[in-house]
T-cell receptor
Framework: QKEVEQDPGPLSVPEGAIVSLNCTYS??????FMWYRQYSRKGPELLMY????GNKEDGRFTAQVDKSSKYISLFIRDSQPSDSATYLC????????????FGGGTRLMVKP | EADIYQTPRYLVIGTGKKITLECSQT?????MYWYQQDPGMELHLIHY???????EKGDLSSESTVSRIRTEHFPLTLESARPSHTSQYLC???????????FGEGSRLTVL
């Protein structure tokens, strides 16, 4: 079993929809949680960064971490065609060290 | 915007050729990484470095080698390329103490 699980999708939604992307993990030592966005044929770029449990909001994006359930989410409000990309969760920290462990990525398609 | 650069972006070569993929960053980051990613697939760590003169193998076995003579430079070399090496290679550097990775645009290698 992988340390970080992520549904590969693809997830197809209409423009304006609220999107929920999720990851589960097994290592309770993780403390730092990130979401990366990767457009086709490009390198991943950091989208959201959170420490420990709680919520973080940045514009249309909200990251949630529930350490008790080992579950993290990324919500995208008012989704746009430009949000079409692969979203990768990543986590590190604590006894797991600072080496990032990535999920496999979820491919999102937002249709106009 | 991240200051990490990879060259070449695209490379098509014949079997048996020696190739070097270049990666440079101007952020002064000590830790650097090489990932391999096939289209639509997850990231696999193949090499990393904690700093000058430090190189380590990653989770995925790779026939490539790396060197770290200068902080800003982390090239990857394939002595004799084979079709099985066809993939995208992504270089990244880590912001000190946070686990945040900054990725280059990637080098897409095709070996005929």
């Amino acid at each position: 079993q992988k340390e970080v699980e992520q549904d590969p999708g693809p997830l197809s939604v209409p423009e304006g929809a609220i999107v929920s992307l999720n990851c589960t993990y097994s290592n309770s030592a993780f403390q730092y949680f990130m979401w990366y966005r990767q457009y086709s044929r490009k390198g991943p770029e950091l989208l959201m960064y959170t420490y420990s449990s709680g919520n973080k909001e940045d514009g249309r994006f909200t990251a949630q971490v529930d350490k008790s359930s080992k579950y993290i989410s990324l919500f995208i409000r008012d989704s746009q065609p430009s949000d079409s990309a692969t979203y990768l969760c990543a986590m590190s920290g604590g006894f797991a060290g600072n080496m990032l462990t990535f999920g496999g990525g979820t491919r999102l398609m937002v249709k106009p | 915007e991240a200051d990490i650069y990879q060259t070449p972006r695209y490379l098509v070569i014949g079997t048996g050729k020696k190739i070097t993929l270049e990666c440079s960053q101007t952020m002064g980051h000590d830790k650097m990484y090489w990932y391999q990613q096939d289209p639509g697939m997850e990231l696999h760590l193949i090499h990393y470095s904690y700093g000058v003169n430090s190189t380590e193998k990653g989770d995925l076995s790779s026939e490539s080698t790396v060197s770290r003579i200068r902080t800003e430079h982390f090239p990857l070399t394939l002595e004799s390329a084979r079709p099985s090496h066809t993939s995208q290679y992504l270089c990244a550097s880590e912001k000190q103490g946070t686990g945040e990775l900054f990725f280059g645009e990637g080098s897409r290698l095709t070996v005929l």
